[in-house]
């Protein structure tokens, strides 16, 4: 069976849930192959193993040196080297890179914000705030494919996650921008966005910058705070907040939205949550429509009283 690459998203060899996603998406094209690179790979090679992994590929610690492209140079030479059947990355900003460099160099073609991967190569996207769903395939070389994260479910399969190192040479080319200092972004007590088990989103309703009465509730529940784009646009809440088709997508067990409408923009970025629970005091707001459960009333009222009822228990 031919070789998927995953190319590994982890934090200091703390693997990222999207990675799980890429190896469960990989499993049904090829045999799955993790790419690692920077350090930590033997601490995170036990959760690769965990959704099937088969090897690890462990790039030499320079790579971690430099920008983006020498992971193009190592997932190029490595898809030649092993006759890789597709290339997976993460549709970070940073993997459509990679996944567009690394497709130029293979000659190849590329597909970015993929949601979904059949075991034929053809990928699907979310159009038209996810209205429509289009289906595309790499008709030429190795399909490199950026998947958003979120959009695969991960499904957990046994792998061997053999440690393999690779010899592949950084070219000059390739060593043109190099890191010079990494600044860890200040890292509260909540869980990150893309990954949390809970998001607590607020929207315009709110009504100010106060977005306590979000937190709170979101604090009660060890849930991830988000917000929809009138929010942000608002300044109420930052940016890399924003749920969305032009933010993060999330797909939790438990999404709770204050105050949001429910446009089409926001439900691509949450629609897929496994249980979406809406306060609003509009019983005719879209949300609802595919909420699970629907509160009609002030989420000043509302929101507060939930948070006591969660911190009594
Ligand atoms: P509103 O639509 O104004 O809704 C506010 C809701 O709060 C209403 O339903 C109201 O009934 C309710 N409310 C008010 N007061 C209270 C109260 N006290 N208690 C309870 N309920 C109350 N939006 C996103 O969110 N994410 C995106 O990524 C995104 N991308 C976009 C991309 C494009 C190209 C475009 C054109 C738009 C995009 N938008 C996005 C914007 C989107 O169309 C909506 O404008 C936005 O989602 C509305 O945010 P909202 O629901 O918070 O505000």
Do not use: C
Request: proline share 4%.
């Amino acid at each position: 069976m031919a070789e998927v690459l995953v190319l590994v998203d982890h934090v200091d060899g703390d693997v990222k849930k999207v990675t799980a996603e890429l190896l469960t998406a990989a499993r049904r094209i090829g045999e799955p192959a993790a790419v690692w690179v920077g350090d930590g790979a033997a601490a995170g090679k036990e959760r690769l193993a965990e959704y099937g992994a088969a090897k690890v590929y462990v790039a030499p610690a320079e790579f971690d040196d430099y920008v983006v492209a020498p992971k193009a140079e190592l997932l190029a030479s490595l898809a030649q080297e092993k006759g890789a059947a597709a290339i997976l990355v993460s549709a970070s900003t940073e993997g459509k890179e990679i996944a567009g460099r690394t497709a130029v160099k293979l000659g190849s073609g590329v597909l970015t914000d993929v949601v979904g991967i059949d075991g034929e190569l053809v990928a699907e996207h979310s159009v038209f705030g996810g209205s429509t769903l289009t289906h595309a395939k790499v008709a030429a070389g190795v399909p490199v494919i950026a998947v958003r994260p979120n959009s695969v479910s991960a499904e957990p399969a046994e792998g061997a996650a053999a440690e393999e190192a690779v010899s592949v040479q950084i070219s000059d080319d390739a060593k043109a921008a190099k890191v010079v200092e990494r600044v860890a972004q200040a890292k509260g007590d909540r869980p990150e966005l893309a990954e949390a088990a809970i998001v607590v989103s607020g929207g315009r309703g709110v009504g100010s910058e106060d977005f306590s009465v979000v937190e709170a509730l979101a604090d009660s529940l060890g849930a991830a705070v988000g917000a929809s784009r009138a929010a942000v646009d608002s300044g109420w809440y930052p940016n890399q907040f924003q749920v969305g088709q032009t933010g993060k997508t999330v797909s939790p067990n438990l999404y709770i939205a204050l105050g949001i409408s429910g446009a089409i923009q926001h439900r691509a970025g949450m629609q897929t949550s496994k249980t979406i629970v809406a306060v609003n005091k509009d019983p005719e707001a879209p949300l609802l429509e595919i909420s699970d459960f629907a509160v009609v009333g002030d989420l000043h009222k509302v929101a507060p009283q939930l948070t006591e009822e969660i911190a009594k228990r």
